[in-house]
């Protein structure tokens, strides 16, 4: 609509010049005020979209540019007016706009007024919404304030761009006046709340944030003298505690103690040098006496924070060698005193490499030292954990093994032993073959666990199993319901004592067949077999004479090490090559041999125990039967229910014998046979053949010539 003024104007110019009807100022003037009117009009339905929608609804950017636009329409057209005007003055002869411009664009300019006012209504709004976005802290009340007001305004119902509503007007003084409450009250807040921060950086973050706002009247910046000044007792304390923890400083978790150091001063350094940063953004705050007192003292604490750091990386640089000879060390230690086995591992490794991938995050200097050993990171770790996993395995194994079977297992335990040797002299963390290492003595602790699960499962099953059952065995039959003659009695514990006496000695001879074969799966050491069979075969038949026995313990040698032979007189044959390999590996068989002797004669002892077991509580069990307590002699009664007294253990009869009674059979045959059955019991033990003595007795004599009593083990009399 601009661009046509000009020749809208120039239209009515002709029309004033020409027309016989609008050739009066009234007349001219009433044209004037209808064109006018009729832009108004037309402004309205552009503004509203042809009454389409309200000015609430639309978007607010889009409203204000069609406002400007109404308003440069006003001027434009009040522009052209003037211009036309100005040219008709020049040509005297033409009829001249000598109309009354209050008339024309009076309600033009009241209308644009109105726009002016809406216009500004919009911009308060604009600017105070944000405060529903801001995260200061409080500052919401202020919010919700504004949003009532908002609220209020836009539930008026007549229409804002009737300029002939003068309701409005008083509306919208209310309106400015509750809105710069609300500024007043926001900028009261905020002189209060940028007097709390106890920090520079917290000030100037709230600060910032108020900047954020885009409050006219709100300066934060006002508030930079003050601040500053607490910037400097901030410098003063960052310089009290450094110095008083340099030493020891708190450094953050997982980080290791140089770069914490470092971490710790930088973290200090940010703490005045934040804030510095914004101060040098207002060049005219730092202009002051007290300011660059406040700068000195701000570049010498950042002086000393600067050299605390270079110093510790410097101190580190040099530590990066004397770390590099862990490399160096065995894999494996032995402790001095206890002997347990551990890994040889120097956590300053571990440690290293942790500085450094925390140097490489500060931009520190990185020796190539340091890299290559963070490059072997993975490598050291999972030599660390499979080393770590092998002796945790090889403690389980050997903590397996009873007391009782370890000096026979010793050389079996030895030979493993003898893989994890080089892990203690040769191998060292650069070595590259460590896998091949481990797996082998992982195949051999394989092998001991194996020959140690065999050993176990014979000892349950074929030795325990069967001397508890040889303890709980019984020597004698009670009678359950009816008592017995002493005649049945006898008869039935011989019985019984016969069929016991064979099981036992079967379960003895098991027992013993089953310790003779622990043994020799213990003794089965082909190692230390072969090669006493080959130095037999190379000694010349002069030198094969038998070792003698060592008659007593305190004169043997250490069984399982080479310095047992120290001492011993040298003759010629142990002058020769590898004779003193020899002499200790024969040692070691005779010593093997003693162990294996007091091992069998252990199970023999608890052999022999289980036979007594037996025969102790058959007889406790024959005790407590024959002196039964009067206790348990009593007659079932209605409230007894129907417990049963026990059943008498001899059966006797009264007889009359005139002129007596007396008792067949009497109490003395009664002991004679219960001290018969006694015997019949305690002969059980006598029946069962020791270890050994098999092979030590003649042959049957057969029927001709029999046997002693104490040699016939199957029958009891």
């Not at 038998?546 to 011993?568: E, F, I, M």
């Not at 003193?580 to 002892?605: A, G, I, P, V, Y």
């Not at 008498?648 to 059955?677: C, Y």
């Amino acid at each position: 609509m601009v661009d046509h003024i000009a020749g809208l104007l120039n239209a009515v110019r002709m029309i004033h010049s020409i027309s016989r009807y609008y050739n009066t100022s009234e007349r001219m003037t009433s044209l004037f005020i209808k064109i006018t009117n009729q832009m108004i009009t037309s402004c309205k339905n552009y503004i509203t979209n042809n009454n389409c929608c309200k000015l609430w609804h639309e978007d607010r950017d889009i409203i204000v540019a069609k406002l400007k636009a109404c308003i440069k329409l006003n001027k434009e057209y009040q522009a052209a007016f003037h211009r036309t005007k100005s040219r008709l003055e020049q040509s005297p002869e033409e009829r001249q706009f000598e109309f009354s411009e209050m008339y024309i664009f009076g309600k033009f300019d009241t209308f644009s007024k109105r726009l002016q006012k809406i216009m500004h209504m919009f911009e308060l709004i604009e600017s105070y919404s944000k405060l529903g976005e801001s995260k200061i802290e409080g500052i919401e009340r202020y919010s919700t304030r504004f949003m009532v007001i908002i609220n209020v305004i836009k539930k008026k119902s007549y229409d804002l761009l009737d300029h002939r509503k003068m309701d409005f007007d008083t509306d919208y003084d209310d309106f400015c006046n509750q809105v710069g409450d609300v500024e007043s009250d926001i900028q009261r807040f905020m002189e209060d709340t940028l007097d709390k921060p106890s920090t520079t950086q917290a000030a100037l973050q709230l600060v910032k944030k108020y900047q954020s706002l885009k409050i006219a009247s709100l300066d934060p910046q006002q508030k930079f003298g003050k601040i500053l000044l607490g910037f400097g007792k901030d410098i003063e304390n960052v310089q009290k505690l450094y110095q008083k923890q340099k030493n020891d400083p708190p450094c953050g978790r997982m980080l290791p103690p140089i770069s914490g150091k470092i971490a710790w001063a930088r973290q200090l350094f940010r703490k005045i040098e934040q804030p510095m940063l914004v101060f040098q953004q207002y060049p005219g705050v730092l202009e002051s006496d007290e300011a660059r007192k406040i700068i000195r003292s701000y570049n010498k604490v950042a002086k000393v924070l600067l050299e605390y750091e270079v110093i510790y990386h410097q101190a580190w640089l040099k530590q990066i060698d004397v770390i590099k000879s862990g490399l160096q060390s065995s894999l494996l230690v032995r402790h001095p005193d206890t002997g347990v086995l551990y890994v040889n591992f120097d956590p300053s490794i571990l440690e290293l490499v942790r500085e450094v991938d925390c140097m490489e995050r500060m931009g520190q200097d990185i020796p190539q030292t340091a890299l290559l050993i963070k490059n072997k990171k993975a490598n050291i770790k999972h030599s660390y954990g499979i080393l770590n996993a092998m002796l945790n395995e090889w403690k389980r194994i050997t903590g397996m093994i009873p007391a009782s079977f370890l000096p026979l297992m010793q050389p079996h335990i030895s030979h493993v032993e003898d893989y994890i040797r080089p892990g203690l002299t040769m191998l060292t963390w650069s070595s590259i073959n460590l896998d091949s290492y481990v797996n082998q003595i992982t195949r051999e602790m394989k092998k001991l666990e194996l020959l140690i699960d065999r050993i176990s499962d014979l000892c349950t099953y074929r030795i325990d199993s069967v001397l508890k059952d040889m303890g709980q065995t019984l020597l004698c039959e009670l009678p359950d319901q009816t008592a017995w003659t002493v005649e049945q009695f006898l008869s039935r514990t011989e019985s019984v004592c016969n069929t016991a006496a064979i099981q036992l000695e079967l379960k003895s001879k098991q027992v013993e067949k089953a310790t003779n074969e622990l043994i020799d799966i213990m003794m089965a050491y082909p190692q230390l077999t072969d090669e006493l069979a080959q130095d037999e075969e190379t000694r010349p038949n002069s030198a094969r004479t038998p070792t003698p026995p060592t008659t007593a313990k305190s004169n043997k040698p250490n069984r399982y090490s080479a310095r047992g032979v120290r001492g011993l007189p040298e003759t010629e044959e142990d002058q020769r090559p590898g004779a003193r390999s020899r002499l200790r590996k024969r040692l070691l068989r005779e010593s093997l041999e003693e162990e294996s002797k007091e091992l069998r004669s252990t199970f023999q002892h608890r052999n022999l125990e289980a036979i007594l077991r037996a025969t102790r509580s058959t007889l406790e069990i024959l005790k407590k039967r024959v002196q039964v307590s009067s206790l348990h002699m009593y007659e079932v009664t209605p409230t007894q229910g129907s417990r049963k007294s026990e059943t008498p253990l001899f059966k006797a009869d009264i007889v009359l014998s005139i002129p007596s009674i007396v008792m067949m059979p009497g109490l003395d045959e009664i002991q004679q046979g219960l001290n018969t059955s006694i015997r019949l019991i305690l002969n059980v033990s006598r029946c069962i053949m020791q270890w050994g003595q098999q092979s030590l007795e003649p042959p049957d004599p057969g029927p001709s010539n029999p046997a002693p009593d104490n040699k016939s083990p199957r029958t009891l009399r």
